[in-house]
T-cell receptor, first 117, second 115 residues
């Protein structure tokens, strides 16, 4: 199947710093990528939809100035957590689809665990 | 609004026993349904999906799921569980947006396998 890769897999940062997480589709082009956040022992919550060449679409309650998303190319989307605080510590997962439409299967990255001290 | 309910937070089964994980969804139109598995600290792997056609869907690792429209359910089953199946399982409903398939996940069910 298609491969989606995230980097870094783990990151620890000090409070107040910014952290960038990359999501790459390795063997297909993805017009759309999705960013999820997973709290411990909870499900995945969709944060935003990243569209190549346009602004991301954020879900209700997600601070767009806190979580900056850039979809610079058809194979790369980045999530930047700005001025990170301990409550931003979480597991962030991206997903992408090789095709649009309802039958476009989503492939997930390995996830990135952010710990803010 | 679309929603997915997985009523069981934890399930423990003996190795070799059968398994059924429950999933109920709420969606106004024909749903696109998925089951994913997540091992600790890792991303999600697709087990199976239902878009249309045969309501009994076969997936990887010996899993299957049955779509029952009358019950709004998409329960995951496996006839004989292996210790390596211990993980967290997520049911999801997908709906079409203009830019692709958006997923809403259930809360997940943690499967423990005892020997």
């Amino acid at each position: 199947g298609a491969v989606v890769s995230q980097h870094p897999s783990r990151v620890i940062c000090k409070s107040g710093t910014s952290v960038k997480i990359e999501c790459r589709s390795l063997d297909f082009q993805a017009t759309t990528m999705f960013w999820y956040r997973q709290f411990p022992k909870q499900s995945l919550m969709l944060m935003a939809t990243s569209n190549e060449g346009s602004k991301a679409t954020y879900e209700q309650g997600v601070e767009k100035d806190k979580f900056l998303i850039n979809h610079a190319s058809l194979t790369l989307s980045t999530l930047t957590v700005t001025s990170a605080h301990p409550e931003d510590s979480s597991f962030y997962i991206c997903s992408a689809s090789p095709g649009t439409g309802a039958t476009g299967e989503l492939f997930f990255g390995e996830g990135s665990r952010l710990t803010v001290l | 609004a679309q929603s997915v309910t997985q009523p069981d937070i934890h399930i423990t089964v003996s190795e070799g026993a059968s398994l059924e994980l429950r999933c109920n969804y709420s969606y106004g139109a024909t749903p696109y349904l998925f089951w994913y598995v997540q091992s600790p600290g890792q991303g999600l792997q697709l087990l199976l999906k239902y878009f249309s056609g045969d309501t009994l869907v076969q997936g990887i690792k010996g899993f299957e799921a049955e779509f029952k429209r009358s019950q709004s359910s998409f329960n995951l089953r496996k006839p004989s569980v292996h210790w390596s199946d211990a993980a967290e399982y997520f049911c999801a409903v997908g709906y079409l947006m203009e830019y692709g398939n958006k997923l809403v996940f259930g809360a997940g069910t943690i499967l423990r396998v005892k020997s």
